[in-house]
């Protein structure tokens, strides 16, 4: 069953708590990370993402960007601005995102567990990224920036957890943007044994968000075992940096679609090939999708509803009957000719914290059609993930993301 472990983190001294944790290194470009970091020589950017620091000349994947960021994690370690717990522990992380809030807890997983399937994957990863984090990790010796895991809730666990945070002040307490995040460490060594005991009888650990970081933490380990043919497993190089929610705690947000033409179609030919596979009716304003299988189209300042009919799609395959799926195999790539959307320069994805303003923007702007998409299901995730399927590309959007900098593991 699932391995997940205390360790010792080096993480902000508490006068720091809002200055270091940044946002995830993948979800800005460098020039908005540039912006991003200004007034703020603390920011964990500057270590996630550490081409900032060198002349714009320089790539973003050249080794001085892997020895910057070691430089910089370094330096915040020996002025004092990250402080490194002197024995092994857990953190419950929790994060309130307009009404909403998130608990999971922060440990490290095993990468035997990743190597045996019992971390379960639902994405494929690009070569490139990878090797961008795997120079990151074995550079900087250290995991930075966490895998963002979920597991089917378990009552034990998750009464430990609402019992430590009632009952003890948290160690940091602060807002970033719009959301509150707090975090409370675990220093009971019979409660920290009793989770992990707990979390051995979790069948399995599924990633939610970070299959390049993971993947890139393995293939690291992996190296390490090669230079350490003698290691024991028990060295820290054989786990990575986690934080496991239960499912209950966790909210998939839409992930919608903006295409820059009609495939040479006008707009009457085109709606009339949708129509064969949906049920189509315009709608007065703006409005998500209410149900599974449906949609909301938007098109020269007019938005439409489409529900797919019976029969258009396989409801007993799990990834068949996404809505995603649903979608590419009945528009996207028939209609508009968009068969790798991974690789084509006709379509963008935008997450649905952008809201259908954002769509509306873009159509209006340099796009022709938009999507909005109901959202996937945590359950739809762990069932393609159990079947050993993939889903298709830029399925799920979580909200709110864990920051990076809070918790930093090293490898030796």
């Not at 990151?136 to 597991?151: E, K, Q, R, S």
């Not at 299901?377 to 959007?397: F, H, N, Q, R």
Request: glycine letters at 4%; hydrophobic letters at 35%.
């Amino acid at each position: 069953m699932a391995v997940f472990k205390p360790f010792c983190a080096y993480r902000p001294d508490r006068r720091y708590q809002d200055k270091i944790p940044a946002l995830p290194y993948d979800v800005m470009n460098t020039a908005e990370a540039r912006e991003m970091v200004k007034g703020n020589p603390l920011s964990f950017l500057h270590v996630d993402k550490a081409q900032i620091d060198l002349d714009e000349s320089v790539d973003q994947y050249s080794p001085q960007v892997y020895e910057k960021a070691r430089e910089n994690l370094i330096n915040l370690e020996n002025a004092g601005k990250l402080v490194l717990d002197e024995s092994p522990r857990f953190y419950i992380y929790r994060q309130v995102m307009k009404g909403r809030s998130q608990t999971g807890l922060v440990g490290c997983a095993a990468i035997d567990d990743y190597l045996s399937n019992v971390i379960k994957k639902h994405e494929h990863t690009l070569a490139k990224k990878e090797l961008d984090r795997i120079n990151h990790v074995d550079v900087c010796n250290a995991n930075t920036g966490p895998i963002f895991l979920t597991y089917r809730s378990d009552k034990e666990i998750g009464t430990t957890v609402d019992r430590w945070v009632k009952e003890r002040v948290p160690e940091y307490d602060f807002k970033s943007g719009e959301v509150y995040h707090t975090v409370w460490v675990i220093d009971d060594e019979d409660l920290i044994k009793k989770l992990e005991r707990a979390f051995e009888s979790v069948e399995s650990l599924y990633i939610a968000d970070g299959h390049h970081r993971c993947a890139s933490a393995v293939k690291v380990a992996q190296k390490r075992r090669e230079q350490y043919p003698d290691y024991s497993g028990n060295e820290e190089f054989n786990f990575f940096l986690a934080i496991a929610y239960p499912d209950s705690e966790l909210e998939i947000m839409d992930y919608n679609r903006v295409v820059k033409d009609l495939n040479g179609l006008s707009f009457e030919e085109f709606l009339s090939r949708v129509e064969e596979k949906f049920e189509v009716s315009e709608i007065e304003k703006a409005a998500s999708p209410k149900e599974k299988h449906s949609f909301s189209m938007y098109y020269g300042k007019r938005w439409y509803s489409l529900k797919a009919k019976e029969g258009t799609f396989d409801k007993n395959n799990p990834v068949e009957q996404l809505d995603v799926s649903i979608l590419q195999n009945n528009i996207l790539t028939p209609i508009l000719d968009i068969d790798n959307p991974k690789t084509s320069t006709r379509i963008e994805f935008i997450g649905g914290i952008r809201g259908l303003k954002e769509l509306e923007r873009r159509v209006n702007d340099d796009m022709v059609l938009a999507f909005a998409m109901y959202p996937t299901t945590i359950e739809d995730l762990m069932s393609i993930a159990d079947a050993g399927e993939i889903m298709p590309p830029k399925s799920t959007w979580f909200e709110p993301k864990p920051l990076s900098g809070l918790f930093i593991h090293h490898l030796s």
